[in-house]
């Protein structure tokens, strides 16, 4: 952990890159025969829990590359295992992919060896999460929201905000919502705590949940400190909170589209919604490790993951969005309403994660750095 949050105080004393980098790999050989893949849990599927859902056997099969995954559930869990190596590509959310540039774990990627860079969402393309410079350190795979899930038994009718997981109150059945609520087990939920303050406490003067001065930060900690005396249980693990919401009796909170659909699928009483205060989300990108030992192979993943079927096929699966909008139309598991279903035109409306750092335009460059979110949300957690 030391050695985390020094690494992490390195990146937020300033986060400066100088110089025009280059990418490494500048004509396409052949494969190596693998590809090591750090991925969210769902984001890579080979048919094992659902034959419909395999976006990888095909590929292996034309490529000639096996896909090896490595889940993480958490960013940071995701840039531990690309500081010590081994894998190839990473599946990073915005609050990680700028640590992974600054800490030169990943490298620039040569658009013109991927021809479906081109039909990549343009409000996507060159993101400030993963483009540096106008280099891009990354490939766009996936976005989508962090929902508000609950248990329609409990509410009949879906929460109009995020009160029911950060204040102790009677639940519609009657009953407190003292441990029977969750939250995120990651520094980034301070923003969910800050964006909650953005609407309900505007004098504050918060203007991005990422940005935040000594008083907002303490501010968002406080409620934190009181979320800490409902929590049941901080998740990390998809397929625990699921289990959580089937087995233990809790019955709201922040989560994924991919947990809500699996527990839809499996006929539980869920549903999902965006509460009156919005939502924070996640827009993910594929990025390639500094010293990849299979770069061909990783360059035919990174094609593949823009075709308009996976793109498609994921989005699907996750309940997410795909980044190739001619993936919205003829996929037969995605359906042509899938992309408005899961919240398409919302983009705007998302306040994507990203890394904190000192210099922010909002709060004249007086902001509380990560590495500080890190040992803070510990010391919440323990009840500090």
Known sequence: MNAFLKSCTALTVALTFTGQAMAQVK?????????????????????????????VTAFEKESGCKVNVKTANTSDEMVSLMNEGGFDLVTASGDASLRLVAGKRVQPINTD??????????????APWFTVDKVHYGVPYQ?????????????????????VVFE???????KSNKGRVQAYDGPIHIADAANYLMFHKPELGIKDPYELNEDQYKAALDLLRTQRTLVGRYWHDAAIQVDDFQNEGVVASGSWPYQVNTLVAAKKPVASTVPEEGVTGWADTTMMEADATHPNCAYMWLEHSLSPKVQGDVSAWFGSLPVVPAACKGNELLTDEGCKTNGYDNFD??????????????????????????SDYIGVIGGR
Do not use: H
């Not at 021809?115 to 996507?124: E, H």
């Not at 990203?354 to 335009?361: E, G, S």
């Open 113 to 126: 060896l991927i021809p479906s860079w081109k039909t990549v969402d343009d409000r996507l393309k060159d």
């Open 349 to 374: 409306k998302i306040k994507f994660w990203k890394t904190p750092v000192t210099k922010c335009a909002s709060q004249n460059n007086q902001c509380v750095p990560y590495y500080r979110w890190v």
């Open 143 to 163: 976005w989508g929201p962090n929902i508000l899930m609950y248990n329609t038994d409990v509410f009949k009718d879906a929460p109009k905000s995020w009160n």
């Open 168 to 174: 102790e109150m009677k639940l519609p059945d009657g």
């Open 27 to 55: 004509e396409l050989g052949k494969g190596e025969g693998e590809v090591n893949i750090v991925a969210w849990p769902g984001y890579i599927e080979r048919g094992e829990t659902d034959k419909g859902y395999d976006w």
